[in-house]
């Protein structure tokens, strides 16, 4: 990268005493700013550390010295240095006096944006997003030299505070060829906006701090004309964007829907949902973590989709390393590791390197799970990424033949989470005995079924039986033994009940799939069903939000397969005629 700063032409508008300190300070490259208020010591910032230049206080006429050697202050309190990026602004009290100084030192940095560049290149709009002084308007200057030399497009600048291409009337030469139209007033930068596309025909109108309303449907006007939009706005992450109405319009705007009862019901959700009201203005969203770590939505309607479902969206994550390097990850939902080869994330999301882009083949390609698109996208599915690839296949394979091995004890001291003894004795109520027995004994629990309330250590009851049984209630509440009931009797209702009474499980997220309690017989038919519904709930469904059709089975196998299906939360419906029905499974 090649830097340039012209620090000397700043140094010059401050008085001697405070000057003098930095002209010969090891971290006088990496200064960020100059800060000067009135009866406090002078600072100097860099990015770890704050110096005092002076100890002598800032005195009105050491704030005079810098005044009468800076441009004019606009409406916006900011000045500058003509032919320079420096950027002064100042701190006023009430009657309009200055009474404080920042200066920022403005770079010129020519390689900047090399970890985006392909991105650049499609065409495609461009919002950057993140916290003051990591790099913004530096990438946006350098993005629009990029575009004006080297991919020869017609280039124009809205610079509302003349601080992407310096002040005066000659622009700095960091922006190449690219033409700059400054703002009389911050207030008419969305008139500006549409001014530079009717009169001077751009290809690409390059923004800074998008902030009012009037300027994101400024910038929707623009998008909607055919011109390449790259802009900044307020906001660290794109979450932020969804949570400011002012600016939400950018990524498309979110409204409240009413949803039908059918839709409400196959959905899991409330009747009323938040959802995305149209098209984004821009295209890609980048988030700017860090000055050479950058998180990438590549199709910002699917991020803002994905995150009002409640889920994490994919993304990339492109930084630079120690070498110059550029490393590109990607982060996503990750299903619970359960194959050879696939590590477990320790949190909601887990980072794995991009693998390229092969054909799908294998089950997927036989037509035995195909995830359905959906009718809002355009038809955006056809077009993106192939994510599953042919070691889907292998995944089943594996899967089946899998050896689950010893279960991992997690009460070894024989001692329950709420300090009772174990195994656990549990009175059951209106639950079949048969059923309890097997998950008992399949997930290897410390349980035993009494018959006697006295010696239990909990009662386990359906919901609907409480209800009518005061009686039950009464000697639960008399002999202080825990009630705890359940929607239904079914398995997997079951199985989640003694999990979470033993701690074995936290409510909010379904465990691990244990295909033994769902099968009847026990046939490798019956497994080979539960392991396609099962790939397909964590593969597609819940990391990719699909629908998918499953191949067509039996009534008594597509009941199982409904069954693993609520176990995960989510909705499946079977359609077709026999002996080609079969299973849809939902999204949340």
Known sequence: MQITDDLNRLLDIVPDEIRQPLEQHPQR?????????????????????????????????H????????????????????????????????????????????????????????????????????????????????????????????????????????????PHPAIGRARRMQVSRPELQHQVMI?????????????DEIGTELEALAARTIAERGVQLVGTAHGNR??????????????????????????????????????????????????????ERWVIHERVADAI?????????????????????IIIERESAAPPARFPGMA?????AAVSAIRPVTPI?????????????????????????????????????????VDPGPKP?????????????????????????????????????????????????????????????????????????PLHTIKAGTIPHVARALRRLLDMDDPGTPEVADLALFARSGSSDELEALEETRLAVEQIVIPKGQPVELLPRSPNVRKMQHELVEHYHLKSHSFGEEPNRRLRIYPA
């Open 195 to 207: 001014e530079a596309v009717e009169n001077h025909m751009p290809e690409v109108i390059v923004i």
């Open 63 to 170: 704030l005079n010295y810098c005044i009468e050697r800076v441009g004019h202050f606009g409406g916006d309190n900011r000045a500058g240095i003509e032919q320079t990026l420096h950027r002064i602004s100042a701190l006023r009290n009430r009657s309009g006096e200055i009474i404080g100084l920042t200066l920022r030192v403005g770079r010129a940095v020519f390689g900047t944006i090399g970890i985006i560049r392909d991105l650049v290149e499609t065409g495609q709009s461009i919002l950057m997003l993140g916290r003051p002084g990591v790099g913004k308007t530096t990438a946006l200057r350098e993005i629009a030299r990029v575009l004006a030399d080297d991919l020869e497009k017609r280039v124009v600048i809205i610079d509302t505070s003349n601080e992407i291409a310096g002040d005066g009337d000659i």
């Open 305 to 325: 989709d994905t995150l009002l479902r409640g889920r994490e969206p994919h993304q990339q994550i492109r930084s630079v390393s120690e070498t110059g390097e």
């Open 361 to 401: 083949s294998g089950w997927r390609s036989a037509g035995k799970m195909v995830p359905m698109p959906a009718p809002s996208e355009n038809f955006a599915a056809k077009s993106a990424p192939v994510s599953e690839t042919r070691y889907f296949e292998q995944l089943l394979e594996e899967s089946l033949s």
């Open 29 to 61: 490259n990496n200064l960020i700013e100059i800060v000067m208020d009135l009866g406090r010591q002078p600072e100097a910032r860099f990015p770890s550390l704050a110096e005092p230049l002076s100890q002598t206080p800032v005195s009105k006429a």
């Open 238 to 291: 794109i979450e932020n964007l969804m949570k400011n109405p002012t600016l939400a319009d950018l990524i498309g705007g979110i409204q409240a829907v009413t949803l039908g009862d059918d839709e409400a019901r196959r959905r899991g959700s409330q009747k009323t949902v938040l959802e995305r009201k149209a098209p984004p203005t821009f295209e890609i969203a980048i988030e700017m973590l860090e000055r």
């Open 344 to 348: 477990a994330s320790s949190g909601p």
């Open 409 to 481: 004890g997690r009460f070894s001291q024989n001692v329950g989470p709420n300090g009772e003894d174990l195994p656990l004795h549990v009175y059951p109520y209106g639950i079949a005995r048969h059923q309890l027995e097997q998950v008992i004994s399949t997930l290897n629990l410390p349980v035993l079924l009494t018959k006697d309330i006295e010696s239990a250590d909990v009662v386990l009851a359906l919901r609907s039986n409480v209800r009518n049984q005061s009686k039950l209630r009464h000697l639960a509440k008399t002999r202080q033994v």
